[in-house]
């Protein structure tokens, strides 16, 4: 079972476990013109050049959120980003992803999800970093109980009021993959 991707851009050398935007019932419902879906990358990507990814994301949707995996798959990364692509379904594949976490302990998951009440109650993994993914844009969200950072998008008009820290390769970063004092991650509208 391979779930994992090999990512490029931003996220060059970075692995990730991804999921289909398309037929998650959370990432279909997201419209609101401030909504930072309504500029969702992913689904522009898997329309356009990563098209052939789709059928690979499908399955890790399906396999991820029906049922508690069979077969927890080993890695040697040391870092694994959760949802480049989609978003959590349900509960099933938050308990799936943190099963994979555990049975990983020297990789470090950081985890982006717009849906903390799916965490509710379950404990994370001493390796997981929580990243809430702020839902709109311009406006950085609170801290989810639990969360250890923010991450939120901004258009150039705000550029000059807030602090922009996200920019060039997260690999060479690494902000959001280490425990660190840096809670709020705001990144410019691409």
Same mark, same amino acid.
């Given at each position: 079972?391979?779930?994992?991707?090999?990512?490029?851009? $931003?996220? $060059?050398?970075?692995?990730?476990?991804?999921?289909?935007?398309? *037929?998650?019932?959370?990432?279909? /419902?997201?419209?609101?013109?401030?909504?930072?879906? #309504?500029?969702?990358?992913? =689904?522009?990507?898997?329309?356009?050049?990563?098209?052939?990814?789709?059928?690979?994301?499908? $399955?890790?949707?399906?396999?991820?959120?029906?049922?508690?995996?069979?077969?927890?798959? /080993?890695?040697?990364?040391?870092?694994?980003?959760?949802?480049?692509?989609?978003?959590?379904?349900? /509960?099933?594949?938050?308990?799936?992803?943190? /099963?994979?976490?555990? #049975?990983?302990?020297?990789?470090? %998951? #950081?985890?982006?999800? +717009?849906?903390?009440?799916?965490?509710?109650?379950?404990? +994370?993994?001493?390796?997981?970093?929580?990243?809430? *993914?702020?839902?709109?844009?311009?406006?950085? #969200?609170?801290?989810?109980?639990?969360?250890?950072?923010? %991450?939120?998008?901004?258009?150039?008009?705000?550029?000059? =009021?807030?602090?922009?820290? !996200?920019?060039?390769? !997260?690999?060479?970063?690494?902000?959001?993959?280490?425990?660190?004092?840096?809670?709020?991650?705001?990144?410019?509208?691409?």
């Amino acid at each position: 079972m391979n779930l994992f991707s090999k990512m490029s851009g $931003k996220l $060059k050398d970075i692995p990730a476990i991804n999921t289909s935007p398309f *037929s998650n019932p959370f990432c279909t /419902r997201q419209v609101s013109a401030n909504s930072i879906c #309504a500029h969702c990358y992913s =689904k522009h990507m898997l329309t356009t050049f990563r098209s052939l990814c789709v059928p690979k994301f499908e $399955k890790n949707s399906e396999l991820l959120s029906s049922r508690a995996l069979e077969e927890v798959p /080993r890695v040697n990364y040391a870092y694994v980003r959760i949802n480049a692509h989609g978003e959590f379904i349900n /509960r099933q594949h938050v308990e799936n992803v943190y /099963r994979i976490a555990t #049975a990983n302990p020297n990789t470090t %998951f #950081a985890i982006w999800t +717009k849906r903390p009440q799916l965490l509710h109650g379950l404990v +994370k993994p001493h390796n997981v970093i929580l990243i809430y *993914s702020s839902p709109v844009i311009n406006k950085i #969200a609170k801290i989810p109980c639990g969360f250890d950072k923010v %991450f939120t998008v901004f258009t150039q008009k705000y550029q000059d =009021k807030v602090d922009i820290n !996200c920019h060039g390769k !997260c690999f060479e970063c690494l902000l959001c993959y280490t425990k660190n004092d840096v809670v709020y991650v705001n990144e410019l509208l691409k």
